[in-house]
């Protein structure tokens, strides 16, 4: 009878940890979307606070709207993302020394030359962004952060296109 106990307690011991597991484990990320997780989070931060800068500093109207486009959408994704992970991991509350580089870069341009700095700047960022997006989207295994990646990335595909015209109509050479 005794014996008999035990099995029971060992066979559903083993059923509760079937099943608890695996949950656990999903709520954990790897080592590589945390480390994605960090890199888009500050340069969404960078893309509201450039944004910001392009709507006070910018001459054309289209790089004010396209500054306008950035607080919006950045400021979107960055609090979806940072809903998605609240409790899996602790996001950044300050730029990369990358993110702030750009930021300072920006924030230093003659008034003349912010407009096309600010083209170039939004060009080649969304080209990286773009780019280590696709790559995320293939290799993410959090369901829930794959589900966010794969939401996001049209929005900055779209941004890139809307990146390439702005530079185009300054005369900004696409690198």
């Not at 656990?24 to 960078?46: H, I, N, Q, R």
Request: hydrophobic share 40%; with cysteine; proline share 2%.
């Amino acid at each position: 009878m005794k014996r008999k106990l035990v099995w029971m307690a060992v066979v559903s011991l083993f059923a509760v940890c079937s099943l608890v597991l695996p949950a656990l484990a999903a709520d954990k990320l790897t080592m590589g979307e945390k480390s994605f997780v960090k890199e888009a989070a500050s340069a969404g931060m960078m893309e509201v606070e450039l944004g910001q800068m392009a709507k006070e500093r910018g001459k054309s109207q289209e790089v004010k709207d396209f500054g306008q486009r950035m607080v919006t959408d950045h400021g979107k994704a960055n609090d979806e993302l940072k809903s998605l992970v609240d409790n899996r991991m602790k996001l950044p509350t300050k730029l990369e020394l990358k993110h702030k580089a750009m930021v300072d870069k920006l924030a230093n341009a003659s008034a003349d030359e912010f407009d096309k700095k600010y083209a170039a700047a939004m060009l080649k960022d969304h080209k990286k962004d773009v780019e280590k997006f696709r790559k995320e989207s293939k290799k993410a295994k959090d369901p829930q952060l794959k589900g966010w990646i794969d939401k996001t990335l049209p929005v900055l595909e779209q941004h890139l296109q809307h990146a390439r015209d702005m530079a185009h109509k300054m005369g900004v050479a696409e690198k």
